[in-house]
């Protein structure tokens, strides 16, 4: 079973970057399709991004496109890069993972999640 460790959250102002990162321990990230979602108060959690176990396709949230970049790495992490950021982006961001080769959009097909993590964009 893989455990997995958001880092990297914090406060921002809107329009700066921040990155965070999903640390596995257990197993090796290699095995699973990975996702990043996120949840602000009083809503429900949302997908944001997704790659392949590959790593050859991804998926975004329209909100997110062209702002939000997901990637993987050989030291057992998955990514995610944002810029751009805005007030409405701020929430507990989670990473999930899934043992499929195919990305999923849907908080039901993820098996793993980690604890979360704050990102807060100040206007």
């Known amino acids: 079973q893989v455990q997995l460790v958001e880092i990297g959250g914090g406060l921002v102002q809107a329009g700066g970057p921040l990155r965070l990162s999903c640390a596995a321990s257990?197993?090796?990230?290699?095995?699973?399709?990975m996702g990043w979602f996120r949840q602000a108060p009083g809503k429900e959690r949302e997908f944001v991004a997704a790659?392949?176990?590959?790593?050859?396709?991804v998926s975004y949230a329209d909100s997110v496109k062209g702002r939000f970049s997901i990637s993987r790495d050989r030291e057992n992490t998955a990514n995610l890069q944002m810029i751009s950021l805005k007030p409405e982006d701020t929430a507990v961001y989670y990473c999930?993972?899934?043992?499929?080769?195919?990305?999923?959009?849907?908080?039901?097909?993820?098996?793993?999640w980690g604890q979360g993590t704050q990102v807060t964009v100040s206007s």
């Open positions: 999930a993972a899934r043992e499929a080769a195919i990305v999923s959009t849907h908080n039901s097909a993820y098996a793993y």
């Open positions: 257990g197993r090796t990230l290699s095995r699973y399709t």
């Open positions: 790659i392949s176990r590959s790593g050859g396709s």
